[in-house]
């Protein structure tokens, strides 16, 4: 049985990347025959090039380079030939939809294939999430297509809303694919116990707090994937590291500051303390996150300095065991699912 992971694979963040990898990996290790469908909407190539075009030759230069430098070598998985989306299902008997925001429909990545309009494959959705279009009405070929899918699963609970409320489907809520695979080699810095920084927003507005809490902790501060802000008030920016070296930036730091949802998860993973600076786009599915791990959900604002109590203080030893029960409900969804299938169109 022939099984195609059908995903933002093409994204230019280290969230996507990771994503995919790890659902990727964890399905090969299942002994499944898996690929990553190597499909991208014109307009995925589109929003990825206007976030690096800039009128700045420097940036421009970064921005590019940062491009092909992520696409070249942070694909740990296995693709497909490109294919159009009318072509998808004559290469797979099941096609996962997912993970991430393929239900955004408001993206202006999203295409209606995403919500398996079109393919006549057995689908499955994984961990899929509809971002910030949780009031949306969904159309007809989307309703129509989600209702024929036996086996759904969401990554938060807005997703969960918008299926209930067009289709009338009870989905469950699983895990991020991250959660189901830990990567083994990985590459450590040279540096130990920094606050680290990943965010998609440049947080000038709170570099003062940042910097003055750096002194007070006498920590250096480290920002990975600065490819476009350059924070030249930083100890290190690191531009475009592998994604190898991007997981170990987690693994040695000694807290994170974040606005990104995989941000968060990596601190989780990496049982680090963490602060998530407010990003309206992102809250929805860090409080998912939050609410099935029993952390107790803030965000800094910056109405005031940075301390050591504005960040995440949660009980490792329950997170630990609620991620182990959720590991298992969320492996057990997909692999039951799969199991469902004989690998016939």
């Known amino acids: 049985m022939k099984i195609g992971m059908l995903t933002w ?42 976030a690096v075009i800039s009128k700045n030759p420097i940036k421009l230069f970064r921005g590019l380079r940062h491009y092909f430098f992520v696409q070249k070598h942070n694909a740990e998985y296995q693709k497909g030939r490109r294919v159009s989306a009318r072509k998808i299902s004559g290469n797979y008997d099941v096609i996962i939809l997912g993970s991430d925001e393929v239900f955004n429909v408001l993206s202006p990545c999203f295409d209606k294939v995403y919500m398996g309009v079109g393919l006549t494959c057995k689908l499955i959705t994984y961990a899929v999430s509809c971002g910030q279009s949780c009031d949306v009405i969904l159309d007809g070929d989307c309703i129509s297509s989600i209702n024929r899918i036996e086996d759904i699963s969401v990554r938060d609970a807005s997703t969960y809303n918008l299926l209930k409320k067009n289709t009338g489907k009870i989905s469950q809520v699983v895990l991020d694919p991250t959660f189901l695979w830990d990567k083994k080699e990985i590459v450590l810095p040279p540096y130990r116990d920094y606050i680290l920084i990943y965010a998609f927003s440049p947080l000038d507005d709170i570099k003062w707090q940042i910097i003055d809490y750096a002194k007070t902790t006498v920590r250096r ?23 190898d070296e991007w997981y170990g930036y987690f693994a040695n730091a000694a807290v994170v500051i974040t606005d990104s949802y995989h941000g968060v998860v990596f601190a989780i993973k990496n049982r680090k303390r ?72």
């Open 9 to 50: 694979h093409h994204a230019m963040n280290y969230g996507a990347k990771a994503h995919t990898s790890a659902l990727y990996h964890f399905l090969s290790n299942q002994g499944y025959d898996v690929e990553v469908v190597n499909f991208t909407p014109i307009n995925g190539y589109l929003t990825d090039l206007r």
């Open 221 to 243: 501060v480290i920002r990975i994937c600065d490819y476009f802000h350059d924070c030249k008030w930083v100890d290190h920016s690191i531009g475009s590291p592998t994604l």
């Open 274 to 345: 963490f602060v998530v600076y407010k990003k309206d786009d992102k809250e929805n599915k860090i409080v998912g996150l939050y609410e099935k791990l029993g952390i107790q959900r803030h965000c800094y604002d910056g109405s005031h300095l940075l301390e050591d109590s504005d960040f995440e203080d949660y009980s490792l030893e329950k997170v630990d065991v609620m991620l182990e029960i959720a590991r298992d409900e969320s492996a057990r969804f997909l692999t039951e699912a799969i199991s469902k299938f004989d690998g016939s169109c």
